[in-house]
């Protein structure tokens, strides 16, 4: 099974400021990319889905790129609530399901 | 809302006594899968559905075992439970597999072995 490989963290921000992580992924023909929010102990929530020319929900802003296989997250302006686990998924071609990667820790300071 | 049902969200059993965990979904999805978390790591898949087809991971212990009934419900029996299955177990739903659609999770049923 491909990789999928992400930093753990944490990442210690204070509120107000801006944040990306990255994600990178060893099967260049993955075709699908997600971000989901893991709060402690809840389930996996989807963020947003990542396509090939970028996209924005609000403060949020994935990107990817396919050259050097790596998806990125961008939070802007953090609030104490992005305090959360942001997970990479990935769908690798000739496989029928997602790959997870073990997620980033980011932790919002007043 | 539409959403994905987890049962018991806590689960106790003794070591070796067989335990069913349940999901149900009303999102109509084709797919269900099961995965395991355990702390600080990733959601491993153990199998899923897709509509009454069963698909297993390679690395899925026999010990697990799982029915998927109708479209709406899925169950997860652990046949024979040992300490290191102490985890979360998630349900997740989806219109199709890969990238036909991201999966919807259910709240998990944490569960411990004593």
């Known amino acids: 099974r491909k990789e999928v490989e992400q930093d753990p963290g944490p990442f210690n921000v204070p509120e107000g400021a801006t944040v990306a992580f990255n994600c990178t992924y060893s099967?260049?023909?993955?075709?699908?990319f997600f971000w989901y929010r893991q709060d402690c102990r809840k389930e996996p929530k989807l963020l947003m889905s990542v396509y090939s020319s970028g996209n924005e929900d609000g403060r949020f802003t994935a990107q990817l790129n396919r050259a050097s296989q790596y998806i990125s997250l961008l939070i802007r302006d953090s609030k104490l609530s992005d305090s959360a686990t942001y997970l990479c998924v990935v769908n690798d071609e000739g496989y029928s399901t997602l790959t997870f990667g073990k997620g980033t820790m980011l932790l919002v300071s007043p | 809302d539409a959403m994905v049902i987890q049962n018991p969200r806590y689960q106790v059993t003794q070591f070796g006594k067989p335990v069913t965990l349940s999901c149900s979904q009303t999102l109509n999805h084709n797919v269900m899968y099961w995965y395991q978390q355990k702390s600080s790591q990733a959601p491993k898949l153990l199998f899923h559905?897709?509509?009454?087809?069963?698909?297993n991971e390679a690395d899925t212990p026999d010990n697990f075992q799982s029915r998927r009934p109708n479209t709406s419900f899925c169950f997860l029996d652990i046949r024979s439970p040992g300490l290191g299955d102490a985890a979360m177990y998630l349900c997740?739903?989806?219109?199709?597999?890969?990238?036909?659609?991201?999966?919807?999770f259910g709240p998990g049923t944490r569960l411990l072995v004593l």
């Open positions: 997740a739903t989806s219109r199709d597999t890969g990238g036909g659609g991201a999966p919807y």
């Open positions: 099967n260049s023909a993955s075709q699908s």
């Open positions: 559905y897709y509509d009454k087809d069963f698909n």
